[in-house]
T-cell receptor, first 118, second 116 residues
Framework: DTGVSQNPRHKITKRGQNVTFRCDPI?????LYWYRQTLGQGPEFLTY????????KSRLLSDRFSAERPKGSFSTLEIQRTEQGDSAMYLC????????????????FGPGTRLTVT | DQQVKQNSPSLSVQEGRISILNCDYT??????FLWYKKYPAEGPTFLIS?????DKNEDGRFTVFLNKSAKHLSLHIVPSQPGDSAVYFC???????????????FGKGTKLSVKP
C-alpha cells in the first residue's frame, strides 16, 4: 500500500503535555499539508510544505504548534502544552506540484490521528 | 466567514435513484474544485474535481457541474448505491497563482444515506 500513512491513529493525553504526530506521504509527492478537523466541520488548513520548506502557515497554527519535514519526506506535527481545545482529528495530505500533475490540485489524505486532551 | 458552503447537512436517497449534493462558494478567486467522500474514522477520499475553465466533469457514476456565474457546483451520483453512504465534502482552492499554494478550503459536509 503506497498511500499516506499517519501515526499514531489515536492519542489520549492530559492537558499540558506535549504530543507529536507523524505523517508519511506518498513517496513521489513533494507537497505535504496538515489539516485539522473537528466535529461537524470540514478539514481546516494548518500548514504546507514543498519538499523540506514550510511555505505557508494558517492563523489557526498557534505558537504551540510546530511542524517539520526535515528531509522532504515524512513530516511531524508537534503540539506543546496541549489544551482541551486541541482535541480534534489531525489529517495529513500529500500531492504533486500541479505542474507535474497536469494542472491538478488533488490531495490524498491519510487516515488521520485523533487527539483527545483530557 | 465561510467561503465554501454546503447548506444541506444531510440527504437521504433511495438506491438506484440520483443523489445531488450542492455546494456554494463566495470567493471568486477559487479556480479549482474537488469533492471528497469520508467514512467514519477514515481520512477523506478524493472523488472527482473540476477546473474553472470547465462546466462539467464526469467519472463513471459521478458527475460534477460548475456554474461560475452563480458560484455553485453540484455532485451527481447516478445510480446511487448503499456503499455511497458517507459524508461528502466540497473543497475549493485558488491554486498556486492565487497565492494559496493549493491549500484546500472545505465545506462542512453533507451526510448522504442511500437506502436499499
Amino acid at each position: 500500500d503506497t498511500g499516506v500513512s499517519q501515526n499514531p491513529r489515536h492519542k489520549i493525553t492530559k492537558r499540558g503535555q506535549n504530543v507529536t504526530f507523524r505523517c508519511d506521504p506518498i513517496s513521489e509527492h513533494n507537497r505535504l499539508y496538515w489539516y485539522r478537523q473537528t466535529l461537524g466541520q470540514g478539514p481546516e488548513f494548518l500548514t504546507y510544505f514543498q519538499n523540506e520548506a514550510q511555505l505557508e502557515k494558517s492563523r489557526l497554527l498557534s505558537d504551540r504548534f510546530s511542524a517539520e519535514r526535515p528531509k522532504g519526506s515524512f513530516s511531524t506535527l508537534e503540539i506543546q502544552r496541549t489544551e482541551q481545545g486541541d482535541s480534534a482529528m489531525y489529517l495529513c495530505a500529500s500531492s504533486l506540484n500541479p505542474g507535474l500533475a497536469g494542472g491538478k490540485y488533488e490531495q490524498y489524505f491519510g487516515p488521520g490521528t485523533r487527539l483527545t486532551v483530557t | 466567514d465561510q467561503q465554501v458552503k454546503q447548506n444541506s447537512p444531510s440527504l437521504s436517497v433511495q438506491e438506484g435513484r440520483i443523489s445531488i449534493l450542492n455546494c456554494d462558494y463566495t470567493n471568486s478567486m477559487f479556480d479549482y474544485f474537488l469533492w471528497y467522500k469520508k467514512y467514519p474514522a477514515e481520512g477523506p477520499t478524493f472523488l472527482i474535481s473540476i477546473s474553472s475553465i470547465k462546466d462539467k466533469n464526469e467519472d463513471g457514476r459521478f458527475t460534477v457541474f460548475l456554474n461560475k456565474s452563480a458560484k455553485h457546483l453540484s455532485l451527481h451520483i447516478v445510480p446511487s448505491q448503499p456503499g455511497d453512504s458517507a459524508v461528502y465534502f466540497c473543497a475549493a482552492t485558488k491554486g498556486d497563482y492565487g497565492g494559496s499554494q493549493g491549500n484546500l478550503i472545505f465545506g462542512k459536509g453533507t451526510k448522504l444515506s442511500v437506502k436499499p
